[in-house]
């Protein structure tokens, strides 16, 4: 089955630099990578994704490059913010399920100091 | 407003009790799922559900169980057998079969064993 290594496990960064996170899975026919946030104590929400028929994707200040040769994917985000303070999970679907089963990385903790 | 809605969001148990955590969605969706979130470890799937009294077991299943008898349910029991069950538990749920694959989270159920 599909393994998601995910790092770097905590990141630190003054507001307005750019955080950098990266994906790496093992099954090359995974066809869809979304990136979760998770605040302290909600719920995981999308915040972008990435299909493997494209290699880089940009909503504003964030973007998702996909590397199908190497199998990663990586999370950047610029002019960070305190609110970009969270945990973000980057996860890949097994293409064998149309439906989707979906592996998760370990998450990354995020904290931008002002 | 169209949600999942996860119950209780705290519940405590006593050794060898079982508990029911509740997961309700009127997204009309097709694909419900359950995972398990330990710091520092992610999200592992424990039972997944395409259809209506059919579910099969994730990367984590024993000592949980499932039924999906109603399109919009999708309760979890956690049983005695589950050796380490105080984590936080969340359900989610995606359309099947579409070009979209985002999971949409519920709001967690946070359970602690006495």
């Known amino acids: 089955g599909e393994n998601v290594e995910q790092h770097p496990s905590t990141l630190s960064v003054q507001e307005g630099d750019s955080a950098v996170i990266k994906c790496t899975y093992s099954?090359?026919?995974?066809?869809?990578f979304p990136w979760y946030k998770q605040e302290l104590g909600k719920r995981p929400q999308l915040i972008i994704d990435i299909r493997s028929n494209v290699g880089e994707k940009k909503d504003q200040r964030i973007a998702v490059t996909l590397n199908k040769t190497a199998k990663h994917f990586s999370l950047h985000i610029t002019e960070t913010q305190p609110e970009d303070s969270a945990v973000y999970f980057c996860a890949a679907r097994e293409a064998s399920d149309s439906w989707g089963k979906f592996q998760f990385g370990a998450g990354t903790q995020v904290v931008v100091t002002p | 407003d169209g949600g999942i809605t996860q119950s209780p969001k705290y519940l405590f148990r006593k050794e060898g009790q079982n508990v029911t955590l509740s997961c309700e969605q009127n997204l009309n969706h097709d694909a419900m799922y359950w995972y398990r979130q330990d710091p520092g470890q992610g999200l592992r799937l424990i039972y997944y559900s395409q259809i209506v009294n059919d579910f099969q077991k994730g990367d984590i299943a024993e000592g949980y169980s499932v039924s999906r008898e109603k399109k919009e349910s999708f309760p979890l029991t956690v049983t005695s057998a589950q050796k380490n069950p105080t984590a936080f538990y969340l359900c989610a749920s995606t359309i099947t079969g579409g070009v979209n694959g985002e999971l949409f989270f519920g709001e967690g159920s946070r359970l602690t064993v006495l």
């Open positions: 099954d090359s026919a995974s066809n869809y």
